[in-house]
Nanobody, 124 residues
Framework: QVQLVESGGGLVQAGGSLRLSCLDS????????MGWFRQAPGKEREFVTA????????YYANSVKGRFTISRDNAKNTVYLQMNSLKPEDTAVYYC?????????????????WGQGTQVTVSS
């Protein structure tokens, strides 16, 4: 069973940085592709980034490319999202998710397990 818990959200000024973590309390973390999504008020949930099972392949939404970095530590059952050069439009609830698909996917319906989300607020 996969149980995902995000942490690391908060309030930061524009241009600042935050690092989100997502811990899987289960025992099969390394068998899942991991992704981060976000949802701003009044908007649909959108893909941010994802990482392969081994961590050697990543994929980013254009809106965060060059500013955000996803990584994972399979020994710690944790996936990270380093967010730099934050902008007010990055304000959202950020969710981590686990997928059993063969390859990296940006589609939410391909993800089987979701965390409860962590709020990121970027002030201008």
């Amino acid at each position: 069973q996969v149980q995902l818990v995000e942490s690391g959200g908060g309030l930061v000024q524009a241009g600042g940085s935050l690092r989100l973590s997502c811990l899987d309390s289960g025992h099969t973390f390394s068998t899942y592709i991991m992704g981060w999504f976000r949802q701003a008020p009044g908007k649909e949930r959108e893909f941010v980034t994802a990482i392969s099972r081994s961590g050697d392949s990543t994929y980013y939404a254009n809106s965060v490319k060059g500013r955000f970095t996803i990584s994972r530590d399979n020994a710690k059952n944790t996936v990270y999202l380093q967010m730099n050069s934050l902008k007010p439009e990055d304000t959202a609830v950020y969710y981590c998710a686990a997928s059993r698909t063969q390859g990296i996917s940006s589609l939410a319906y391909n993800y089987d397990y979701w965390g409860q989300g962590t709020q990121v607020t970027v002030s201008s």
